[in-house]
């Protein structure tokens, strides 16, 4: 709901918090959901919204390698 009323506003793009998607997960932001789990969140944020969505990824998911296949799955 908060990406569309981010869109509705008339901003170009959004910021995906780390924070805020764990904090809807209702887990802790310490890498506690799965890239696959924080891919399915901004997967939904995607089908709703037509604007860029930067995500944060600081953790990079455990490794490399996993940080390597959220951003293929990204593109």
């Known amino acids: 709901m908060s990406a569309v009323i981010v869109e509705e506003t008339g901003f170009k793009g959004m910021w995906g918090s780390?924070?805020?998607?764990?904090?809807?997960?209702?887990?802790r932001d310490c890498n506690e959901?799965?890239?696959?789990?924080?891919?399915e969140v901004l997967e939904f944020i995607s089908d709703r919204t037509?604007?860029?969505?930067?995500?944060d990824g600081d953790t990079g998911y455990g490794n490399f390698n996993n940080a390597r296949r959220l951003v293929r799955?990204?593109?």
Do not use: N
Not at 18 to 27: C, E, K, P, Q
Not at 33 to 39: D, E, G, K, N, R
């Open 18 to 27: 780390g924070l805020s998607i764990s904090a809807a997960m209702g887990v």
């Open 33 to 39: 959901a799965s890239w696959t789990q924080v891919l």
């Open 50 to 55: 037509s604007i860029p969505l930067l995500l």
């Open 73 to 75: 799955k990204l593109e």
